[in-house]
């Protein structure tokens, strides 16, 4: 029996300031404190005030006494599921401790509740234990996540609960997003049709220049993410992988390829899935201890976690998942898994372009230079990784191992099944965005300014076409002027006269 009670007392909740002196913990926050739950908290959770004002703050969402549960398992349940939404990882953590006759006895008691039986499915579901009920006969189908709440997977009936269930992944993988304001109106902006739309009006031999060239700049800002400078060889092929996004389906056997491309050099790094830990992070100047910012999952749920993850991938691919969304849930979901030993970053970023080839987000052939912009926002990055990983930190149990690398001693697969993906779909979703709306066309206008310039030369001077791509580039690297150096060896035969010329022509075309 959960008990309902303002506490004087209680004046932090996991190291959560209360906003008020006497408050009633209601829903997740009643049941992670009822049974000890070991689970990251939510962004938000509930509690009751005395004082009949309904309000929110940034970690709080503050109820009257008129919406006081009641004090049992199926009430705060009831509560959280009409208030707070589905949260999966308390869920699945409450199912694993409880007496399952709670939940039949609940169903019995409410056999065409549409909160009661959504608990049904979604224990039967996490679990994978049948309870000792009968099917549903009676009560209208019901939806496991609202569509006003979250982002919805394709819709399956299951007759037995009567409820249809739409989430977004299966029970090895799936992560949420929450509705947002934010990732509304990128969704009614319609950035694809922009895409599509500034690509069409732009001549075919442009746009594929300007796709070969930030299909380069994407490999290399991929590479320097990592601390990383390739050769233009490694970069290079790199890129024609990212290229091919899209064309063949992710597959453990696809992700295994990848990795031995992006790799090269395979005699400093064991490929396929990691046989030990894994972690992000320093060891201690002095003792060589591991400092972890981040925890990989366990090596022995490699094969079960990236099974799930390509399982949701095709689940989402046959729904009306938004496409940068889905690109979210399975890219940064790879990465949080980690199963590499090395190259987990730059195949997590390479997912984002599958998936958004796959779902024909962009004009065919045309790469988003997504990790170019994810470096220009590398600290907004590391913080939006930081979130995922740093409230887990305390449910992983671990010891150093003696190569300087942890094992992980306790069971944490389903932090890496069950999280709430919604900050890392807007980071995504905001890069995707400048992408379209500012690095495309400031790509697409400086070669059709390159073309300009570069016929204005030869109309002007009998120059080869590799020394008038030459000029340009000096000008380009010296702010619109000739160096001195260039002026006495490359461009030597050049009067004053026609250098201040080139000059002036240069600033008129591209400081215009």
């Known amino acids: 029996m959960i008990k309902n009670r303002f506490s004087q007392n209680l004046s932090?909740?996991?190291?959560?300031?209360?906003?008020?002196?006497?408050?009633?913990?209601?829903?997740?926050?009643?049941?992670?404190?009822?049974?000890?739950?070991?689970?990251?908290?939510?962004?938000?959770?509930?509690?009751?005030?005395?004082?009949?004002?309904?309000y929110e703050n940034e970690q709080w969402s503050i109820y009257t006494p008129r919406h006081i549960p009641n004090a049992s398992l199926s009430g705060h349940l009831t509560f959280a599921l009409r208030y707070e939404g589905i949260d999966l990882a308390i869920l699945n953590a409450l199912f694993n401790i409880i007496d399952s006759k709670e939940i039949e006895k609940w169903v019995q008691q409410e056999p065409i509740g549409k909160y009661s039986r959504r608990i049904w499915f979604l224990y039967e579901w996490l679990t994978t234990k049948k309870l000792k009920l009968t099917d549903a006969i009676a009560g209208n189908y019901v939806d496991i996540l609202d569509s006003d709440q979250y982002y919805?997977?394709?819709?399956?009936?299951?007759?037995?609960?009567?409820?249809?269930?739409?989430?977004?992944?299966?029970?090895?993988?799936?992560?949420?997003?929450?509705?947002?304001?934010?990732?509304?109106?990128?969704i009614k902006h319609d950035l694809r049709s922009i895409a599509f739309k500034k690509a069409g009006?732009?001549?075919?031999?442009?746009?594929?220049?300007?796709?070969?060239?930030?299909?380069?700049?994407?490999?290399?800002?991929?590479?320097?993410?990592?601390?990383?400078?390739?050769?233009?060889?490694?970069?290079?092929?790199?890129?024609?992988?990212?290229?091919?996004?899209?064309?063949?389906p992710l597959t453990i056997e696809e992700l295994l390829r990848l990795q031995e491309i992006v790799i090269g050099d395979t005699r400093f790094v064991k490929l396929g899935f990691r046989k030990e830990g894994g972690?992000?992070?320093?060891?201690?100047?002095?003792?060589?201890?591991?400092?972890?910012?981040?925890?990989?999952?366990?090596?022995q749920d490699l094969q079960i976690l990236i099974k799930g993850l390509i399982q949701t991938e095709n689940l989402l691919k046959d729904s009306n998942m938004d496409a940068v969304i889905s690109a979210a849930i399975l890219a940064f979901g790879l990465v949080f898994i980690h199963p590499f030993m090395d190259g987990n970053g730059r195949i997590h970023r390479y997912i984002i372009h599958h998936v958004l080839a796959?779902?024909?987000?962009a004009p065919k052939g045309l790469i988003f230079p997504v990790s170019a912009v994810i470096l220009d926002r590398i600290y907004e990055y590391k913080n939006i990784l930081e979130a995922y990983s740093r409230p887990r930190l305390e449910f992983q149990e671990w010891k150093p191992t003696e190569n300087?690398?942890?094992?992980?001693?306790?069971?944490?697969?389903?932090?890496?099944?069950?999280?709430?993906?919604?900050?890392?779909?807007?980071?995504?979703?905001?890069?995707?965005h400048e992408t379209i709306v500012k690095v495309l066309p400031k790509e697409i206008q400086f070669l059709q300014k390159y073309d300009k310039m570069k016929l204005a030369i030869n109309e002007q001077f009998e120059i080869p076409a590799y020394k008038a791509d030459l000029l340009i580039q000096f000008l380009e690297q010296n702010k619109g002027t000739?160096?001195?150096?260039?002026?006495?060896?490359?461009?030597k035969f050049l009067t004053d006269k026609e250098l201040k010329t080139l000059e002036k022509l240069y600033n008129n075309i591209f400081n215009s």
């Open 152 to 186: 919805i997977g394709l819709s399956k009936p299951s007759k037995r609960h009567r409820v249809r269930n739409n989430l977004p992944g299966v029970r090895d993988f799936c992560p949420l997003v929450r509705r947002t304001q934010k990732l509304d109106a990128y």
């Open 404 to 432: 300087g690398n942890i094992k992980v001693l306790n069971n944490t697969i389903d932090l890496y099944r069950y999280y709430d993906a919604t900050r890392q779909a807007e980071f995504l979703y905001d890069c995707v």
């Open 358 to 361: 796959d779902h024909e987000f």
């Open 482 to 491: 000739i160096s001195k150096r260039a002026q006495t060896k490359e461009f």
């Open 201 to 248: 009006i732009i001549h075919r031999d442009v746009l594929a220049r300007a796709s070969a060239v930030l299909l380069l700049k994407d490999s290399q800002a991929s590479f320097a993410i990592e601390g990383e400078h390739p050769g233009r060889n490694r970069a290079e092929r790199w890129g024609r992988a990212i290229g091919q996004a899209g064309l063949t």
């Open 12 to 54: 932090t909740f996991h190291g959560r300031v209360l906003p008020e002196k006497e408050m009633m913990l209601s829903g997740y926050s009643a049941l992670i404190d009822s049974y000890k739950l070991k689970v990251p908290l939510p962004e938000k959770l509930s509690v009751i005030s005395k004082f009949h004002r309904r």
């Open 279 to 299: 972690f992000i992070g320093i060891h201690d100047r002095a003792t060589g201890a591991p400092l972890p910012d981040h925890i990989s999952a366990r090596w």
